[in-house]
């Protein structure tokens, strides 16, 4: 696959699993958006910072984990990285689209390290300025997200720490929209992306990605 499809993959898996991150983050999204109301700096400008931050967490993460991506993604392992992460994404599909529920389980790996950055996430609300914004982004970048994880994994494979930090980049722009307009928007966006007809969609389109990602011609010529 080239790069732009892979880039425009990643964007998608953002956008489509954004019903899941409106779950697991709109809450604080909509929370930094309400409490500047009547501030000196502007709700938008707040919000933006803060799903900066949280961008930039996820492309570090993806940099970090291509790393070692990039020293295993050989032969035999990289099939089974790939094989993995398609896995996973399909998971999330399934998840998304509220036909099972076992992803959530990734979700507890990264409970202790949550365990640690979450104290220091609760001090700085409410978000008063963009830099406390950005900040409290950046934290909240490393809760445990099962479409986070399956994301980061699918990413490792593709054999550079720049090429998944890049994958990650454009995941993270993905979910953008959504938890954007949330924090501004919260009860009109929040219904739109509740809506079962619109998680089965997203969570069919994802499961469409994963069977993509899976290199089954490799697989089959072993």
Request: aromatic share 10%; glycine share 14%.
């Amino acid at each position: 696959m080239t790069e732009p499809l892979l880039l425009t993959t990643a964007f998608l898996i953002g956008l489509l699993g954004s019903t899941h991150c409106i779950g697991m983050c709109g809450g604080i999204a909509a929370s930094v958006g309400l409490n500047t109301q009547g501030g000196r700096y502007p709700a938008w400008l707040i919000l933006l910072g803060y799903n900066l931050g949280r961008i930039s967490s996820y492309t570090l993460a993806g940099a970090l984990i291509g790393i070692a991506g990039a020293m295993v993604a050989t032969g035999i392992t990289g099939l089974i990285l790939q094989t993995f992460a398609g896995i996973l994404l399909i998971a999330m599909g399934l998840y998304v689209g509220q036909w099972w529920f076992g992803i959530t389980r990734l979700e507890t790996l990264g409970g202790h390290l949550w365990r640690h950055i979450q104290p220091h996430a609760a001090k700085i609300l409410p978000v008063r300025n963009p830099h406390q914004a950005v900040l409290l982004g950046i934290l909240w970048g490393w809760l445990p997200c099962g479409l986070v994880y399956s994301t980061l994994l699918w990413s490792s494979a593709a054999g550079s720490w720049q090429q998944s930090a890049l994958l990650m980049a454009a995941f993270g722009l993905g979910t953008l929209p959504a938890m954007f307009t949330t924090g501004l928007l919260a009860r009109q966006v929040r219904s739109l992306m509740q809506k079962r007809l619109t998680r089965q969609i997203a969570g069919a389109l994802i499961i469409g990605f994963g069977i993509y990602t899976l290199p089954l011609n490799s697989l089959f010529n072993l």
